[in-house]
């Protein structure tokens, strides 16, 4: 099975990059982060027409998550048990068993700033995504959790630690919350990166970061025992050109 997951920041904006981007890569399965569109708007015909099925979660707002399959999806689920708010659940997971897999697409909290609201949102988000995952592992079937972390898990995921002090995706209890879903039963699968010995996944807009590769890795996948990874890459060629998402996709492949 090859699966990758993709923050694409709009996928109305980003459907016409994303279609061609489908019928080259051919995943078996994509999961998608900041949609920023609701369910009723979801371009799901056109991905129909491209041999995918889809589940989404989305309510049109700067959140989002979605599941594309081609080897089915079953037992969808949109969200999670005692998930927090602010001060509502949003739409940050959607989880499906395909192809005898259980995926989840989750696109974490940003978390602002550490002495934000947010940033506590965030902690308590990613404590009880932690809960949940551990609830489906006791079931026994594998389980691979992957998308937007808005978390660099070490010092060498970011461009240059001495610009992030004092800022959100770096900090101790972040990295801890992390930690504490890898224990559960998870290997963080690390993606070969296509240029430069950092496996970044994010570069801002800004000030030609992509070009200086100042970036960060923030989208990350998870595999469960019982997951076999053959290898997996960032599909950097999918951040450039016209209008391209800020994150480029994770693909991996599983045996």
Same mark, same amino acid.
């Not at 594309?68 to 969808?76: C, K, P, Q």
């Not at 009880?128 to 995921?157: E, K, S, W």
């Not at 001495?162 to 559960?184: C, M, N, S, Y």
């Not at 990874?229 to 994770?250: L, N, T």
């Given at each position: 099975?090859?699966? $990758?997951?993709?923050?694409?920041?709009?996928?109305?904006?980003?459907?016409?990059?994303?279609?061609?981007?489908?019928?080259?890569?051919?995943?078996?399965?994509?999961?998608?982060?900041?949609?920023?569109?609701?369910? $009723?708007?979801?371009?799901?015909?056109?991905?129909?027409?491209? #041999?995918?099925?889809?589940?989404?979660?989305?309510?049109?707002?700067?959140?989002?998550?979605?599941?594309?399959?081609?080897? #089915?999806?079953?037992?969808?689920?949109? #969200?999670?048990?005692?998930?927090?708010?602010?001060?509502?659940?949003?739409?940050?997971?959607?989880?499906?068993?395909?192809?005898?897999?259980?995926?989840?697409?989750?696109?974490?909290?940003?978390?602002?700033?550490?002495?934000?609201?947010?940033?506590?949102?965030?902690?308590?988000?990613?404590?009880?995504?932690?809960?949940?995952?551990?609830?489906?592992?006791?079931?026994?079937?594998?389980?691979?959790?992957?998308?937007?972390?808005?978390?660099?898990?070490?010092?060498?995921?970011?461009?240059?630690?001495?610009?992030?002090?004092?800022?959100?995706?770096?900090?101790?209890?972040?990295?801890?919350?992390?930690?504490?879903?890898? $224990?559960?039963?998870?290997?963080?699968?690390?993606?070969?990166?296509?240029? #430069?010995?950092?496996?970044?996944?994010?570069?801002?807009?800004?000030?030609?970061?992509?070009?200086?590769?100042?970036?960060?890795?923030?989208?990350?996948?998870?595999?469960?025992?019982?997951?076999?990874?053959?290898?997996?890459?960032?599909?950097?060629?999918?951040?450039?050109?016209?209008?391209?998402?800020?994150?480029?996709?994770?693909?991996?492949?599983?045996?």
């Amino acid at each position: 099975m090859r699966l $990758a997951t993709w923050n694409v920041n709009s996928v109305k904006v980003r459907l016409p990059r994303l279609l061609p981007w489908l019928a080259d890569k051919r995943p078996d399965v994509l999961l998608l982060q900041e949609t920023k569109i609701a369910d $009723a708007a979801f371009p799901t015909a056109e991905l129909e027409e491209a #041999g995918y099925e889809v589940a989404t979660h989305g309510d049109g707002r700067w959140n989002g998550v979605a599941i594309l399959s081609r080897v #089915g999806i079953e037992d969808v689920v949109r #969200g999670f048990d005692n998930e927090p708010g602010f001060p509502d659940p949003e739409a940050r997971a959607i989880s499906a068993t395909c192809g005898g897999l259980r995926v989840w697409s989750v696109y974490v909290p940003n978390g602002r700033e550490p002495d934000s609201p947010h940033y506590v949102y965030k902690l308590g988000w990613l404590a009880a995504l932690r809960d949940a995952l551990a609830a489906d592992l006791a079931i026994g079937q594998p389980v691979i959790v992957a998308g937007d972390f808005n978390v660099a898990p070490t010092d060498a995921d970011v461009w240059d630690p001495k610009a992030f002090v004092g800022a959100t995706h770096v900090t101790a209890p972040e990295r801890d919350a992390l930690a504490r879903i890898l $224990a559960t039963g998870f290997t963080d699968v690390v993606p070969r990166p296509m240029k #430069g010995p950092h496996p970044f996944t994010y570069w801002d807009y800004r000030a030609g970061m992509f070009h200086q590769n100042m970036g960060m890795r923030i989208d990350l996948v998870y595999a469960s025992g019982g997951v076999t990874v053959e290898s997996a890459y960032i599909d950097r060629e999918a951040r450039k050109g016209k209008a391209p998402s800020d994150h480029a996709p994770v693909v991996v492949e599983l045996t």
